[in-house]
């Protein structure tokens, strides 16, 4: 399986955000595959606003030759410290086949080729899927924290020197 992540810039995020799910610049946009439109607008605000556009854009994740839009993922914001945070999602119809893990490794080696040293990833419980696969991508878990919307979440993190000894990044 061919993943591979391609970072929006400016003109692909308005359009996108004006087309909605009829965006097809880039390829078949499966069912839910965009990232939501208040992480795109945020990251117009954001490089509107002067913020770095590699940390703020997100990435599609696309899928084989035909490069079918399956997913996003994107960091949140700038490294604090030298730990960035990631967040990701893959159509329901194109889950189960290793996408999530295959674009979260990809995102981590992109995160620690700009200069992070660590990858925070936050998962709430429940989602063992999600769970699953930061696990199998070397994340070891931290703790919980109460998130702004009042919801558990658990703090799951990739450290670079560890990553480069054990992962296949």
Known sequence: ???TLHQLNVSELAAILEQGSSFSALGFVHQGALPP???????LEMVSAGEPEPWWSPFLILEGPEHAIVGGCAFKGQPKSGRVEVLYGVSK???????AGAAVRALTAVAFARGAVEVLAEIE???VASIRVVEACGFERLSERLA????VVRQWLLVRNSC?????I
């Open 148 to 151: 702004g919307d009042g919801k």
């Open 164 to 168: 480069l000894a054990s992962c296949s």
């Open 93 to 99: 119809g194109c889950r189960g086949r290793g996408i």
């Open 125 to 127: 419980p429940h989602n």
């Open 37 to 43: 439109p208040f992480v795109m607008r945020r990251a």
């Open 1 to 3: 399986m061919l993943v």
